[in-house]
């Protein structure tokens, strides 16, 4: 008890607020992660199409990065999150409103896997496209501020443990708590998720706007001057492009993230027709990222410590291959369960490290432009990775039969993950990452 006293003091009451409003969102999220995909498949069976809304909910963060990081570091951090947490709430709800207008038209959920024929209901089809790629926008301005916002929080000497912290309550309400409820609360009815996602969204967007006033103060004279975007944004590439540590690590990240694209781009045919899943079956497996990110994010320091940051961060870099060719391989969902789980572990021991590296080493009035530049090589590349998943399912399809199409994006993904480790090991060692510490 006297720890978790001590510790509490130690972060700070706003950051518990920020906590708390993580948690909430993320519990959205992990609805949303179950009704969105689901639906998808309920309003057409073409890889190619469900692969789109992917590609139009991470188009902006190649598209907007830049942009959104020069916004973050003009205006106050705390009022842009607030904003965007509201839009996307308003997002949401309008999505709710058409899916409850359409809902007499959508086939039964459960019996959407045994449907290849499906007709496009081209109405939801449209507004999964156009919402999510503004939820797209709003995600990316949102994200970059909260990211940056944490040093404004915390004490630096805190931030692996603020972070750790962050990253658990996000795998437990995302993917722990969110799955399932939102599997269940499809099961009721299929528009009342949406409702629900939305509603999280704004009362988030209330527990940061308390936390506003007492926010650390950050460099803020150009705030007076003309935005000109071109200039800041060179500003902070050249800051991140000159970085001999963060440069490598922002490519390598891109890459990692596009391969992972690959197979997320039509994940939900894979589950329904490779893994013959079911809706709440669909849920569990969502449950897999709370119990790997759980550990990851209670662990991942210790990890770091004990291993040193370069062998965390090949872990996660050579797990990703052996995992995708074993999972490309099988048709267990119990298998893939276990499998997504202690990829997950890996993933949130890179971002326990790398993130709290970023935020300790940029310069405070250079965090959101410098940070937006990182996330513009480590996400743009996702929306490419997507479009090639899903193009590459519908072009085996044509070559071959649909199971092979739809495990092709895994075993391609084992060969490119493998070229990837090779050539990222010598790039991320723990010395070059203890030099980039000590030199702020």
């Keep these: 008890m006297r720890f978790k006293a001590k510790e509490k003091v130690a972060l700070g009451k706003n950051y518990w607020r920020l906590f708390t409003a993580h948690a909430v969102s993320n519990l959205g999220d992990g609805i949303a992660a179950i009704a969105y995909p689901w639906l998808a498949s309920a309003v057409t069976r073409s890889p190619f199409l469900i692969a789109l809304v992917a590609v139009a909910s991470r188009l902006p963060w190649l598209i907007f990065t830049l942009p959104?990081?020069?916004?973050t570091d003009r205006f106050n951090r705390g009022k842009i999150i607030v904003a965007m947490d509201i839009a996307r709430g308003c997002l949401a709800l309008l999505v709710a409103i058409v899916v409850t207008l359409e809902?007499?038209?959508?086939?039964k959920l459960n019996e959407v896997s045994s449907l290849t024929d499906l007709e496009t209901n081209w109405t939801?089809?449209?507004?999964?496209?156009?919402?999510a790629l503004l939820f797209g926008f709003a995600e990316v301005l949102r994200d970059n501020s909260a990211q940056t916002l944490l040093p404004s929080v915390v004490e630096k000497n805190n931030l692996e443990s603020a972070n750790g912290k962050l990253w658990s309550v996000e795998y437990v309400t995302n993917s722990f708590i969110g799955p399932p409820l939102g599997s269940f609360l499809l099961g009721i009815a299929i528009f009342l998720p949406f409702y629900i996602d939305s509603a999280a969204f704004f009362i988030s967007a209330a527990l940061i706007a308390t936390l506003i006033p007492s926010l650390k103060k950050v460099d803020t004279e150009k705030k007076v001057e003309k935005i000109n975007f071109r200039a800041e944004i060179k500003e902070g590439f050249t800051w991140l492009w000159s970085h001999e540590l963060l440069r490598p690590m922002a490519l390598i990240l891109g890459a990692l993230n596009a391969i992972g694209a690959l197979t997320a781009a039509v994940f939900i045919l894979f589950a329904q027709e490779i893994l013959e899943t079911s809706l709440f079956i669909f849920a569990v497996l969502g449950t897999a990222g709370a119990v790997g990110g759980s550990l990851g994010g209670i662990l991942g320091p210790k990890i770091s410590k004990k291993?040193?940051?370069?062998?965390?961060?090949?872990?996660?870099?050579?797990?990703?291959?052996?995992?995708?060719?074993?999972?490309?391989l099988s048709s267990s969902w119990h298998l893939f369960y276990l499998l997504t789980a202690i990829s997950t572990i890996f993933s949130v021991l890179w971002n326990v490290i790398t993130v709290s590296l970023r935020q300790s080493i940029i310069p405070s009035h250079l965090l959101g432009r410098v940070n937006s530049v990182y996330r513009f090589f480590a996400w743009g590349s996702i929306p490419i990775g997507t479009l090639l998943g899903g193009a590459l399912v519908d072009?085996?399809?044509?070559?071959g039969d649909r199971e092979f199409a739809l495990r092709s994006p895994y075993f391609l993904s084992a060969f490119l993950g493998l070229a990837l480790f090779i050539f990222a090991a010598p790039r991320l060692t723990t010395a070059k990452i203890e030099a980039a510490r000590g030199s702020n």
Excluded: C, K, N, Q
Aim: hydrophobic share 55%.
């Design 124 to 131: 939801l089809y449209i507004v999964l496209i156009v919402t």
């Design 68 to 71: 959104a990081g020069v916004i």
């Design 395 to 399: 072009l085996m399809e044509l070559l």
């Design 307 to 328: 291993l040193g940051s370069g062998p965390s961060l090949y872990l996660t870099l050579l797990s990703g291959p052996i995992i995708a060719l074993i999972i490309g």
């Design 103 to 107: 809902s007499d038209s959508l086939p």
